[in-house]
């Protein structure tokens, strides 16, 4: 009996040990450029940090900030997502993440330093225009972004709103949108926006529309319509303070590509060369040390 047993457990090694060999041989080309996207990705993400370190470079403190200073609110151009994947030998996609997880730390490190109010223009109206399978992975990985961050916005008390063009946006995107927006609505203190399939020449005509069409049920008269009616209707009327104070573009690209048109106009800009997701806490220390430097006249002599 004990022959039999011994005979049996050899024939099934026997059998096992070559399986093995071909699934490893089948599954290893598969599983190894993956293994090595995540390796890469991580050492593209520290790359940053190890090169300013060698470059001894001067940055700001915290502390020499003046916390009464402070902007109420920062909005963010998030450039550079692709060109960083490319330069590191990743996918686009990987570049896309590396934004997003990039912009919660950079949201929460706001918020840590008393700005009240952070928005990103994460995607738009033009971007529709891009390669539809990157299309379709953005679309995901909002999804995805809003899902795995929701528990941290309760346990932060972080209101968020996103603001665009809804039509487009799928609808399980959409309900997820509408579910994080009416359980966070309560939070006061800290206010984060997300513009996607934003446009600002958008923003401004369906406020028009709106007016026109209190204009016509006789809501409002020509005499009503001032600066502060128009702000009511824009969709940053979810926000206490929809100018943004700072805008912040990074990948140095100057210019504010159809963004917040009617918000920005006295706003303070700051366009780093440093593509997003290696904008980190000494950058945006930079950036708010160059806001708390600039005398903001608002288009009176001072």
Known sequence: MLSLLSSLVSLLFLFLIPCLFITSYIWFPVFLPKLLGLIKFKAARDDHDNEKRDEGTCVVREEELQRELMPRHVAFILDGN??????????????????????????????????????AFAFSTGNWGRDEDEVKWLMSLFQHQLKSNIQYFHRNEIRVSV????????????????????????????????????????????????????SEKGLIREQDVD????????????????????????????????????????????????????????????????????????????
């Open 82 to 119: 692709r060109r960083w994947a490319k330069q590191h030998g990743l996918l686009t996609e990987q570049g896309h993440q590396a934004g997003a997880i990039r912009f919660i730390e950079i949201a929460e490190l706001c918020f840590e330093l008393g700005i009240h109010t952070v928005s």
């Open 163 to 214: 603001i665009g063009n809804q039509t487009n946006i799928p609808e399980p995107i959409l309900q997820r949108i509408h579910e994080i927006e009416e359980t966070t609505k309560g939070y006061k203190n800290k206010h984060l926006i997300m513009a996607i399939d934003y446009s600002g020449r958008f923003d401004i005509m369906h406020a028009c529309k709106s007016l026109v069409k209190k």
């Open 227 to 302: 600066e502060a009616l128009i702000e009511r209707e824009l969709l940053t009327n979810c926000t206490d303070f929809p100018s943004p104070d700072l805008m912040i573009r990074t990948s140095g690209e100057q210019r504010i590509s159809n963004f917040f048109l009617w918000q920005l106009a006295y706003t303070e800009l700051f366009f780093s060369p440093i593509l997003w997701p290696d904008f980190d806490k000494d950058k945006l220390l930079e950036a708010l040390a160059s806001y708390q430097r600039r005398e903001r006249r608002f288009g009176c002599r001072v």
